[in-house]
């Protein structure tokens, strides 16, 4: 199956200080990704191009990063992601930043089941809170991202299986 996801968001903020939350990306002073809900992003040798690492079950490599413009990952785990992601911050006009999130890749059958009953319902709910993120950086009026039904039930079920313990 081909699966193309994207995400976009647009930030009343010049380019150079959506950029500068950027670099700390993956590190412990993370203003993008929402650790607080999910799962930390972490790479073995930081930001820069043949990094691995990920988040939760997926894994990627950097394929390609141009710090300020974009990042790109290469899948490597779940087994049957064939493709990328990309995150990419573009000025709209001086005044004005997109964001934007977009995943290309072919899955096998498998891999297909878990993209469409899984890991697309998270991986839009991680998103969409990362982008809130980055926008309540810059306003008081702070937004949040809300769970549907389907998210909460996976959420509760992983968070669960997580606390479970394996006989030895």
């Not at 150079?16 to 972490?42: G, H, M, Y």
Request: glycine share 6%; aromatic share 14%; net charge positive.
């Amino acid at each position: 199956m081909k699966a193309i996801n994207i995400h976009s968001r647009t930030i009343g903020q010049p380019k150079a200080k959506v950029s500068q939350l950027f670099k700390t990306l993956a590190t412990q002073d993370d203003l993008i990704w929402p650790c607080e809900n999910w799962p930390a992003i972490r790479f073995k040798n930081g930001l820069r191009v043949g990094s691995h690492g990920g988040h939760g079950r997926v894994r990627y490599t950097i394929i390609d990063f141009r710090e300020g413009d974009y990042i790109k990952f290469q899948f490597t785990k779940p087994k049957g992601f064939n493709g990328t992601h990309e995150l990419m911050i573009s000025e709209i006009d001086k005044h004005t930043t997109e964001i934007t999130h977009e995943i290309r890749m072919k899955t096998n059958f498998k891999a297909s089941l878990l993209w469409i009953f899984v890991i697309r319902w998270l991986h839009d709910a991680l998103i969409e809170e990362a982008f809130d993120k980055v926008e309540n950086h810059f306003q008081n009026n702070k937004k949040k991202t809300t769970y549907n039904f389907w998210v909460k039930q996976l959420r509760t079920y992983y968070k669960r299986k997580a606390f479970q313990t394996k006989p030895a």
